[in-house]
């Protein structure tokens, strides 16, 4: 678990919507519906969904409930499939001479750009079969009493996955707390204007 | 908030900025020494390493200090040029505990967050998650310090001792060696 390491790295958001008494009641069945699938026998190319944050083979939560004191503390998973450039160069080219040869064979000179665009993807696709996706895991620790949740990630292509799915699989929206909405937060409505009009200081 | 997705990284850097500037000279003249809303008193600095960074687009330029306090001489050279702090290592300290984390103007991210050594071997018959929960206990714990003093700035700010606060900045800033 990140949180536990020595030392962590994360953004922080805050709830936009209430959170009623049920939605408690029906989270560990959310957490389920959007679990993180395997796709080591597959050959796509990306897959996420939350695992248990104390283990990432866990998506069914057997070792551990998500409910550490007021926290609700999972992990999103994100298994990504990469294949090297120079690999793909190599293999394009072998694809590429194939299929010249194949069309030289039937009095073709050209190959077409639609058929190059084809033939990128059919090696892309091979090339995923042999590829073993790698995980990463992201801690997501929500303290349910202030409703601010902490994520494991500052990278923002990670964060916006995270939004995504935390969406889809609660139904909620999310503020990333960064210096506007953390402000707005904690001024409330009587200083919204204020905040839309803040203009930078002049310190010389 | 309806301001657009631009307005609102613009709004975010002014924002950041101007605070972590701000608790810089907060920290200095202060001697570190600050409050947070329970009455609790703290030692906070700022320590290596401080970026500062002006200007915009092509003509963007940053100072980066790594050292103490004392010795952070680029960065305030870059204040006194008209840049702000825009990225910052802040320590918190609080009897013999310690903290420190990198805190980014932009978005307030926090990266490389270090606590006060929790003990990770589990005792026989002790919670599993106690180790967590005191884990999340004292990041809560810095994170309260930080915006407690936001807070702070943000009433400073947009209330009516800014221009004071203000004069005072530009006079430490122009002290600075």
Redo the contacts between chains.
């Keep these: 678990m990140a949180f536990l390491a020595q030392t962590s790295s994360f953004c922080r958001y805050k709830l936009v919507d209430e959170v009623s008494r049920e939605f408690w009641q029906e989270f560990p069945e959310k957490l389920l519906e959007h679990k993180f699938r395997e796709i080591d026998n597959t050959n796509e190319e990306r897959s996420f969904g939350w695992v248990n944050i104390d283990n990432m083979l866990d998506v069914n939560w057997e070792q551990s409930p998500p409910y550490k004191g007021e926290f609700a503390a999972f992990a999103l998973r994100l298994d990504t499939r990469r294949i090297s450039p120079a690999v793909f160069k190599k293999h394009f080219r072998l694809a590429w001479n194939d299929l010249l040869q194949k069309k030289q064979e039937q009095g073709k000179k050209n190959i077409s750009k639609q058929e190059k665009n084809d033939l990128k993807e059919s090696v892309k696709n091979k090339l995923m079969g042999y590829t073993l996706p790698v995980p990463a895991v992201f801690d997501v620790v929500w303290n349910r009493e202030s409703n601010c949740i902490y994520f494991g990630s500052t990278r923002q292509k990670v964060k916006e996955i995270f939004e995504e799915l935390f969406y889809n699989s609660f139904g909620l929206h999310l503020n990333n707390l960064t210096p506007y909405y953390l402000a707005g937060h904690m001024l409330g409505e009587k200083y919204r204007d204020a905040l839309d009009n803040y203009e930078p200081c002049v310190f010389v | 908030?309806?301001?657009t997705v631009h307005?609102?990284e613009e709004?975010?850097a002014?924002?950041?900025?101007?605070?972590l500037?701000w608790l810089w000279f907060c920290s200095e003249s202060n001697n570190g020494q600050i409050k947070d809303r329970h009455g609790q008193e703290y030692l906070l600095y700022l320590e290596q390493k401080v970026t500062v960074q002006g200007g915009e687009g092509e003509s963007k330029d940053t100072n980066v200090s790594n050292g103490q306090l004392s010795e952070l001489k680029e960065a305030r050279m870059g204040?006194?040029?008209?840049k702000?702090v825009n990225q910052a290592k802040v320590k918190i300290e609080q009897d013999s505990e310690a903290w420190e984390m990198q805190l980014?103007?932009?978005?307030?991210?926090?990266?490389?967050?270090?606590t006060p050594k929790?003990e990770?071997k589990v005792e026989e018959g002790e919670d599993?998650?106690s180790?967590?929960?005191e884990?999340?206990f004292l990041?809560?714990k810095s994170?309260e310090v930080i915006?407690d003093l936001?807070?702070y700035f943000?009433q400073k700010?947009?209330g009516p001792e800014w221009n004071q606060e203000?004069s005072d900045?530009?006079k430490w800033?122009?002290s600075g060696e």
């Design positions: 908030m309806s301001e307005n609102i709004k975010n002014y924002l950041g900025q101007d605070f500037t204040l006194r040029s008209g702000k980014k103007a932009e978005n307030f991210d926090f990266t490389g967050l270090k929790v990770m599993p998650d180790r967590f929960l884990k999340m990041i809560e994170l915006d936001y807070l943000l700010r947009l203000l900045m530009k800033i122009q």
